[in-house]
C-alpha cells in the first residue's frame, strides 16, 4: 500500500543517516545527523599570502555529498597559494581529528602565466609568469562573472582541482605545458562544487 511504501521509506532514511562532527575549527562538543545521501567529512584548508607572508587557515567537519569529496586540490596564483586536503568516512563519528596542512615551496619544473583582478590588473594581457609548487602540475585560465562580479585569474592548480565536477564549470580551464595558458578567450561559468572550493580561500 501506499502507506507501507511511504513508511518503508521513511525507516530507510533514518537506518541510513549517519551522525557526524559538525563545526568549524573544533571537533570537540558538536556533532549533526546527516541526511542519507551525505558522508561525514572533515577538512583542513591553508593559504598563504605571498607579498605578505601572512597565513590564513580554516578547519571544518560536516556532512557533505559524496561527489563533494574531492580529496587534496591546490590552487595558486602570484598573490596566493591555496590548498585543502579533505576526507571522507560513512561511519558514526568517524570524522574525528585534525588534518595536518603544510604550505607547499618546492617547485615542480612547470611555469604558468599568472594574474588576479582582485588586484585590479588587467589578465586578459598577462605578463607575469610564476613557477608551479607540489602537486600544481596544471596551468589554468578562469574567467567568471556568474555571481555578478567580473572575475579572471590564471595561475597553477593541481588535476585534482581540474578534474572537480567536470559536468560543471568546464569552461574553466586547465592545460599541462609551460605557459599554456595565455589564451583570452576564456569564458567560465563557475559550478556549484568548483564555486565552494574556491571561496575557501580566495574570498
Known amino acids: 500500500s501506499i502507506c507501507r511504501s511511504v513508511l518503508l521509506s521513511v525507516c530507510r532514511s533514518v537506518l541510513h543517516s549517519l551522525k557526524c562532527y559538525s563545526c568549524e575549527n573544533t571537533a570537540s562538543g558538536c556533532n549533526h545527523t546527516c541526511s542519507s545521501e551525505d558522508i561525514c567529512s572533515k577538512d583542513t584548508t591553508k593559504t598563504w599570502f605571498t607579498q605578505t607572508g601572512i597565513e590564513d587557515g580554516l578547519k571544518s567537519w560536516g556532512c557533505i555529498p559524496n561527489e563533494y569529496c574531492f580529496g587534496h586540490v591546490l590552487l595558486q596564483t602570484k598573490l596566493k597559494v591555496g590548498i585543502t586536503k579533505r576526507e571522507c568516512c560513512q561511519t558514526e563519528l568517524c570524522n574525528k ?95 556549484t562544487v568548483w564555486l565552494a572550493v574556491l571561496s575557501l580561500w580566495l574570498f
Open 97 to 191: 581529528g585534525v588534518i595536518t596542512v603544510v604550505i607547499p615551496d618546492k617547485k615542480n619544473g612547470l611555469r604558468c602565466w599568472s594574474c588576479d583582478n582582485d588586484n585590479g590588473e588587467n589578465c586578459a594581457e598577462p605578463t607575469i609568469t610564476i613557477d608551479c609548487v607540489d602537486i600544481g602540475t596544471r596551468c589554468f585560465t578562469l574567467y567568471s562573472n556568474s555571481t555578478g562580479i567580473e572575475q579572471f585569474m590564471r595561475g597553477c592548480a593541481s588535476p585534482s582541482y581540474c578534474s572537480i565536477d567536470p559536468e560543471i564549470g568546464t569552461d574553466f580551464t586547465c592545460c599541462g605545458k609551460d605557459l599554456c595558458n595565455a589564451s583570452q578567450n576564456v569564458r567560465a561559468t563557475i559550478g
